[in-house]
């Protein structure tokens, strides 16, 4: 195997070893896909009718600081898609700057790899993956940033009912959490508790305290709030249950991750197995795997295997990842 083809090679490796990290373990624990999807669609209808053209109060003063320049360039098409996922990673640089930057690392990574291989199949292939990864770490980001609120918000919602208890109103109970608590948990309660003072209607607030933090458990506690709010009772008593819920579900997510711990360690030796044994027959004996590169049906044959490690991949996925 000739050093353009090892490097070809190990590129590939490179991208199924990250694309395999992002199917298992992502996943595994915190809000998922399906919930988010349920989440969007549940505000949409509440908020259609009501809430149409207007941003949250956050959003509306950071547009008021852009300039003008900044403002055309946050017309770009699909920079409200990028600044939700900003805002949901607890970030606050513009939506242009992802946008510009998956413009130019495939350009800086496309020029090194051909610099130094000068291969037209590991050029593009570069590109493609540079091209993703500002958008693939914000993904990481917003999933270790809702996976911390998440695992908050019993102690947040406790800490509210000891509020109410002591005679705090609702909205004070809310400023306290801002106050006590720390990030992630204690900023977006903070927006809502500004939100409210400003004039914003409760259930309005809640439903862009639920577009920034798109979690089932948080659907749950605001849920339970409002229905309190339009119909009486004692809010502190079901906030009490309502976090014993929730830490009755995270006692069981962690038994279930504990569960399928063996299975996630097999899907990943199973899908990096045959990368592993690849390379070591290439390095032992290039002459014995040379025509899968060289030859029409060795090609094909190569990128059939790469598709079925993708399949597999979901698969395992599949079978390891519950709703809960």
């Given at each position: 195997m000739d050093q353009t083809t090892l490097i070809v090679f190990l590129i590939l490796v490179a991208g199924a070893v990250f694309l395999l990290s992002q199917l298992i373990l992502v996943p595994s624990f915190g809000t998922k896909s399906?919930?988010?999807r349920k989440i969007k669609q549940r505000l949409h209808k509440v908020t259609q009718a009501s809430n149409s053209g207007q941003y949250s109060l956050v959003r509306?003063?950071?547009?008021?600081?852009?300039?003008?320049?900044?403002?055309?360039?946050?017309?770009?098409?699909g920079s409200d898609v990028i600044d939700d996922l900003i805002e949901q990673a607890g970030k606050s640089y513009p939506s242009y700057r992802i946008i510009f930057a998956m413009l130019g690392l495939p350009l800086l990574a496309g020029g090194v790899t051909w610099y130094f291989t000068g291969n037209?199949?590991?050029?593009?292939?570069a590109m493609l993956f540079a091209a993703f990864l500002p958008i693939l770490k914000l993904k990481h980001?917003?999933?270790?940033r809702m996976s911390l609120f998440e695992e908050q918000l019993p102690d947040a919602l406790d800490m509210m009912t000891r509020a109410l208890r002591s005679g705090y109103p609702f909205n004070e109970a809310m400023h306290y959490?801002?106050?006590?608590?720390q990030p992630p948990i204690s900023r977006e309660f903070g927006i809502t508790f500004e939100e409210i003072n400003y004039g914003r209607d409760v259930?309005?607030?809640?439903n862009y305290l639920l577009m920034r933090v798109p979690s089932m458990n948080l659907v749950t506690a605001t849920t339970a709030i409002l229905i309190q709010r339009d119909t009486g009772g004692n809010l502190a008593e079901l906030l009490d249950k309502t976090s014993d819920l929730l830490r009755k579900r995270f006692r069981f997510q962690r038994r279930v991750r504990t569960i399928t711990a063996e299975n996630r360690m097999s899907a990943w030796v199973l899908s990096l197995m045959p990368f592993a044994i690849f390379l070591i027959i290439g390095l032992k004996s290039p002459d014995y795997i040379k025509p899968?590169?060289?030859?029409?049906m060795g090609q094909i044959i190569l990128g059939c295997g790469l598709v079925l490690q993708v399949i597999g991949a979901f698969w395992v996925r599949k079978q390891i990842n519950f709703d809960i």
């Open positions: 399906v919930e988010s509306q003063k950071y547009l008021r600081e852009l300039s003008a320049l900044e403002q055309f360039l946050q017309a770009i098409p037209i199949i590991a050029t593009p292939v980001d917003r999933n270790e959490i801002a106050d006590e608590m259930r309005e607030a809640f899968l590169f060289t030859t029409e």
